[in-house]
């Protein structure tokens, strides 16, 4: 069974939005080497934005509707037992899952795979980039 937290963002800042986005989709983490194929990619995936370019469209979805202060992001892991899921991908997936949640809000999904704790990072949006309306937790 999942469990899902959400991480009390202490800096909230356009600096700390860049450097969380930046942390979550480091290639030493997120790197799968699938054995079947031979492909390597990486486990990182947007929702209504690319993950490689998330934090310049957070900005300005932001600088759109005048909301670039205040709370930035919100930042949530999802995290698994070792060996409670089958497959990074089925980790992965799970993540995408998670994200549908926040629907109309970009979002970035990585997973941490270089520890036995696997784990999903999402870093969403405190704008909706549909709405304009901040999120409300």
Known sequence: MAIVAAIKGRTQSKTATGKVITYVI???????????????????????????????EFMATKIQYGKDNGVFYKQFVQSFKPGEAASPKEIHQMGLELAEYFKGFEVVIATHIDEDHWHNHLIVNSVNAETGLKIQF
Do not use: P
Not at 26 to 33: C, P, S
Not at 42 to 48: A, C, E, H, T
């Open 26 to 56: 480091q290639q030493k983490k997120t790197l799968f080497h699938y054995e079947e194929t031979g492909q390597k990619y990486r486990l990182i995936s947007g929702q209504n934005c690319v993950a490689e370019t998330a934090f310049k």
